[in-house]
């Protein structure tokens, strides 16, 4: 193939532009190749990047995950922001519950020179970040995704301020021995999440012996019906269905049992917590369980904040609105505590808390950086919305 | 009578006499009902596919999401109408069935005129694609007006469960399983009875030898359209009713099946759209039965391919041979 | 890149191109200007966002000229491709993972695996109608994303993750962003060219006959069966390399990658590009990846008018933005310019 003098000459003109470009901007010979030396910056604002679902169908939690956090930076802001008056500023990022789109997402987010990661909501989405903040040497403080897997990555940059699917199993077996039910049907829609708590109650409950799994299966998400299940539930006649997907089959799936006439009780795992609920599984849903950290809606002394959230964006707080808010707190406070932007300094400071105030309760990590309680309460629906109903202290 | 919401629910009766009787063959009952309330639905989303593709050769690959467009119609003409009794659900239900039956056969008149026919002599492959972005057209156009969420569905059918040879049958899916029924007699009568449906067997026969007799052609086209989105989209509003929840990718995976039921059956043949979509919806109930719920989708594609290579004319269908 | 021969339902009148603008497009050495703009493209900008992307827009790139093999050469339309990269990434990651190897080594493995995948879906299935077939590979993506989400040694739901590199020499990392940009690309370019190779050869031209008219070319002494199945084989193949860098450049592997919305993608790229024309599938190929990224803020809507262009297209254009030029009449002229040409039946 001979090259021709016209292409030659298409060719040197495109190397021309190129090059010429590249002096100027983040180019290999610019210097800017490892992108992520934005933290270094001894001024203007500290951003930090929160990569949480904002299409798909979590887009959701994704909007109320985004207001949480920047209520936390609007706040801290107002009151002169950190490091001797820095302002904070979010670095809002797509995640789209999609491994492809989450490390796309990431990777914008250290390029734009985040110091501190606070999103991450899908186990499946959030793992495959993990690399690439730690490659940064950027910490993480994951507000939401819970899944086992992430604890058992035993990256030292990663911070789990929601409970784990263990502290979660722990809590939904505990309310299981009080209220007494002996048999137990566990039921997951073969996700990452989902499929950890179902996995790990097993485990739980064939440690501790007092409770009978009587079925555990998997559906397929985002059908109609679920008349193989239900006929499964009713065959095994348990006394709990222990659901550990997200409300949209979990409404489905409560409706079709009561009309098939179940009468045992449901419980439902923090992915199903969500007003839809109700919604969905009409009447049925009343008295269904739900294993979940505290909401506002469940707090005492919350009032305040659900008024400023709403004042700020006119709607109610959801889903994982308040572990956003504490991420970004808790974020600045570990900053101010390294007195740097450094990546080390700041895991090293977030490894010394001890008592910072969040909405789970006073905090410090575990050496396997996740909470040391899980903070999971017992919730069940009245009059389709989520009250408290057990502590479980 | 079904009612909008019902806090008693019947119950401690049928668990009762569930417990007397023989496990094994209550079982079976049941998986058979199961089988053939969701093949009804099925049945009902097959005819169109088979329809179309008897008549143009075409494989409507949006027909699917034509029952999720019947939904969202129902979902906002109950919404509009607001409060509605109780006792006025069921009739409601209908008369939003029928003006959703409408809007979705005109919709089907429309996406046939301007995204079909300008293709009509245009190779298979084109036609398909186009039919690929309809779909999406229709799935991300309802999720950019509807918003991507799921929805719970204004009017809940609801009503006694009745215990019949130890299956559990509830009202709804009696009338439901009524309502496709007439829906699949009516269409017959008027396929082999009326002169549109005599012009409709003549076009799938030899649609140039059915212009020169003076049938016209493209209109009796668009009249299949018509009828076969009117059925996607009862089925539609029907399982909106029932399942209570409506989301702008429903019609995905029930499209698959349908045209699966309507190869089983034999695809261009009405009556055996009608059988494919009651021996899929049985091979589904006893494949999740036997594999485990996660397996179905697996168990209704692996049954698909076996009959398109062993038998490709299906059940009742007639040797066809390809267009060149 | 040569000039292209392909055939396909392009329009009957070629002239000698007119303007400056399809001149330039029509260039025989465009194929390395664009390997040229792509080599050069880190100098200018080189964040590990930017370099993410390009890596992905690349694979993107390798998966859809596999699929334009079976679509655009061979006239199969496959709606379940991304199955292929998900056998080769899977095969890859776990067989890596299992045995701590460096992702090349798992090279020999991946592609007894994806042959023996297109084997497996396209036996049975080539004999069919040609829609029929459609829904069939569409049934065997979904079939392969289900069992990977459902088994244990696919990793379940949540995939395998922590995969190793492509390979380690001493202190030298074949997984710094920048390292691995221009490892894929060059990767990618051997089997783009690879892939316009082959539609040129002999098993090309029997390729197009068949979608063409596969009566005629089955009456001409075609074997057709073995051309399609051949058609598929090298499609899995090129999916399978796909796959290993998907793998390689995400270190993690989970079945929610491999939903029928990708293959739709890449049917899209393929499509809209051009269906038979390597370099329009390329073009294609890269609008569709790199757009949503440019457009992430409308990522709601961005299918929304991916639906309404593809009708669009096929409508105005059924032979896609940049179609095949050249028909078969052409020929004799050809070989007078490229006596490679000759020889072949």
């Known amino acids: 193939m001979k090259i021709t003098k016209r292409s030659t000459m298409l060719l040197g003109v495109a190397t021309a532009v190129l090059l010429a470009t590249a002096g100027c ?61 820095r302002m904070l500023e979010l670095d809002v990022e797509d995640e789209a519950c999609d491994a492809q789109q989450s490390v796309a997402g990431a990777n914008k987010a250290v390029s734009n020179g985040a110091v501190v990661s606070v999103g991450g909501y899908c186990s499946g989405a959030t793992l495959p970040e993990i690399p690439i903040f730690e490659k940064a040497n950027i910490p993480m403080i994951i507000p939401a995704a819970n899944s086992q897997d992430i604890v058992n990555q035993g990256a030292k940059n990663v911070f789990m301020i929601n409970g784990t699917g263990k502290q979660q199993s722990t809590a939904a077996l505990t309310f299981m021995k ?45 059908e109609s019906d679920y008349s193989a299940v239900v006929r499964d539930i009713m065959g095994a ?39 839809s609920l109700s919604e969905i599984a009409g009447a049925g849903a009343e008295g269904v369980y739900a294993t979940m950290t505290q909401t506002p809606d469940t707090l005492e002394g919350a009032e305040d904040w659900i008024a400023n959230y709403k004042e700020a964006f006119g709607s109610d707080p959801g889903p994982y609105s308040t572990q956003s808010y504490d991420a970004v707190r808790l974020a600045a406070q570990a900053i101010e505590d390294a007195g740097s932007t450094d990546g080390d300094a700041i895991i090293k400071a977030l490894e010394a808390i001890d008592g910072f105030e969040m909405f789970s309760g006073p905090l410090k990590f575990t050496p396997e950086h996740t909470l040391s309680s899980g903070g999971f309460v017992i919730l069940v629906v009245k009059d389709g919305a989520f009250v408290l109903e057990d502590d479980l202290s | 009578m079904p009612r909008r919401t019902s806090p008693k629910r019947p119950t401690a009766s049928v668990t009762a006499t569930v417990c007397f009787a023989d496990p094994k063959r209550i079982l079976m009952v049941q998986v058979i009902w199961d ?138 899916q009696i009338i439901l399983i009524l ?28 649609r140039n030898a059915s212009l020169l007799m003076g049938i016209n052609v493209n209109q009796v086209i668009s009249r299949t359209f018509f009828i076969g989105s009117a059925l996607a989209g009862a089925a539609g509003v029907m399982a909106g009713a029932y399942y209570g929840k409506i989301d702008f990718l429903m019609g995905f995976i029930i499209g698959l099946k349908a045209f699966t039921a309507a190869v089983i059956g034999g695809i261009g043949n009405i009556k055996g759209a009608m059988l494919g979509g009651l021996v899929l919806g049985f091979v589904e109930a006893f494949g999740s039965e036997w594999f485990g719920g996660q397996w179905r989708d697996v168990f209704a594609f692996a049954v698909l391919i076996l009959f398109l290579t062993l038998r490709p004319t299906g059940i009742l269908g007639e040797r066809v041979t390809e267009r060149v | 890149m040569t ?267 393929v499509v809209l590009g051009g269906m038979g024309n ?35 297209v096929m409508v105005f254009r059924p032979q896609g933005f940049w179609p095949a030029r050249g028909y078969e009449p052409e020929r004799r002229k050809m070989e007078k310019l490229d006596p490679a040409l000759k020889g072949a039946s």
């Open chain 2, 179 to 206: 309502i496709a029924g007439v829906l699949m007699i009516l269409l017959n009568f008027y396929v082999q009875k009326t002169s549109t449906g005599r012009a409709m067997r003549s076009i799938s026969l030899d």
């Open chain 3, 278 to 312: 390597m370099r329009g599938v390329v073009i294609g190929a890269l609008v569709i990846s790199l757009l949503p990224e440019l457009l992430r803020d409308l990522s709601d809507y961005r299918y929304l008018a991916f639906g309404l262009l593809l009708v669009v």
């Open chain 1, 237 to 275: 006649n348990p006394e709990l269905v222990y659901w550990t997907g997200y409300y949209q089959e979990g409404g489905l799936i409560i409706n079709q049992l009561m009309n098939a006439g179940y009468t045992g009780k449901i419980m439902v795992a923090d992915g199903s917590v969500d007003a």
């Open chain 3, 3 to 269: 000039e292209n021969v392909d055939t396909t339902l392009a329009p009957k009148k070629v002239g000698a191109p007119q303007s400056f603008l399809s001149r330039v497009f029509e260039s025989r050495q465009l194929g390395w200007v664009a390997l040229g703009i792509a080599l050069l493209a880190p100098f200018v900008i080189a964040t590990p966002y930017a370099l993410n992307v390009m890596t992905t827009a690349a694979i993107f790139v390798l998966l859809a000229s596999g699929l334009n093999i079976v679509v655009g050469y061979c006239g199969l339309l496959d709606l379940g491709y991304i199955a292929f990269m998900a056998v080769g990434a899977y095969t890859s990651g776990i067989i890596a993972k299992a045995f701590e190897l460096p992702l090349v080594f798992t090279i020999p493995a991946v592609l007894v695996m994806t042959v023996l995948a297109g084997l497996i879906i396209g036996a049975p299935t080539l004999r069919l109608r040609s829609d029929y077939l459609a829904i069939v590979t569409l049934g065997f993506g979904e079939i392969t994303r289900i069992t990977a989400n459902n088994l244990t040694i696919t990793g379940g739901p949540s995939g395998i993750f922590g995969i190793p590199g492509l390979f380690e020499v001493g202190d030298f990392d074949s997984q710094e962003p920048a390292v691995f940009y221009y490892i894929t690309v060059l990767v990618v370019a051997a089997f783009v060219l690879a892939a316009a190779r082959l539609g040129k050869s002999r098993l090309g031209r029997a390729w197009r006959f068949v979608r063409e008219d596969e009566d005629a070319a089955e009456a001409m002494g075609i074997h057709t069966y073995k051309v399609k199945l051949l058609a598929y084989i090298f499609g899995a193949i090129w999916g399978g390399f796909g796959g290993i860098l998907f793998a390689a450049h995400l270190s993690a592997v989970s079945p929610q990658s491999f939903i029928f919305l990708q293959s739709a993608l890449v049917l899209m790229a």
């Open chain 2, 35 to 172: 089988g053939l309330f969701v093949g009804s639905f099925y049945a009902l989303i097959a005819l169109g596919y088979s329809m179309v593709y008897g008549i143009i050769k075409l494989l409507n690959f949006a027909h699917g999401d034509i029952y999720m467009l019947g939904a969202f119609i129902g979902f906002a003409a109950l919404t509009s109408l607001g409060g509605i009794p109780a006792t006025l659900s069921i009739g409601a239900l209908l008369v939003v069935m029928l003006l959703s039956m409408v809007l979705t056969g005109g919709a089907g008149v429309l996406i046939e005129r301007f995204a079909y026919r300008p293709l009509r002599g245009a190779p298979r492959l084109a036609v398909l694609i186009t039919a690929v972005g309809v779909s999406f057209s229709l799935e991300y156009g309802i999720a950019a007006i509807a918003g991507p969420n799921p929805r719970a569905f204004p009017i809940r059918l609801e009503g006694n469960v009745f215990n019949i040879i130890g299956a559990r049958i509830s009202l709804p």
């Open chain 1, 25 to 85: 901007s983040g180019g290999l010979l610019g210097g800017g190749g490892d992108g992520g030396d934005g933290g270094g910056e001894e001024s203007g604002p500290i951003k930090l990047a929160l990569v949480v679902p904002i299409s798909g169908s979590s887009a959701p939690t994704g909007a109320y995950m985004e207001n949480g956090a920047q209520l936390a930076v609007d706040e801290i802001n107002d009151d002169g922001g950190i490091l001797d008056g």
């Open chain 1, 178 to 222: 009080d209220q007494g039910f002996k048999t137990v049907a566990l039921v997951d829609d073969n996700t990452s999440y989902s499929k950890d708590i179902n996995t790990e109650t097993a485990k739980q409950i064939e440690e501790d012996g007092s409770v009978t799994v009587a079925l555990s299966t998997s559906v397929t998400p985002g």
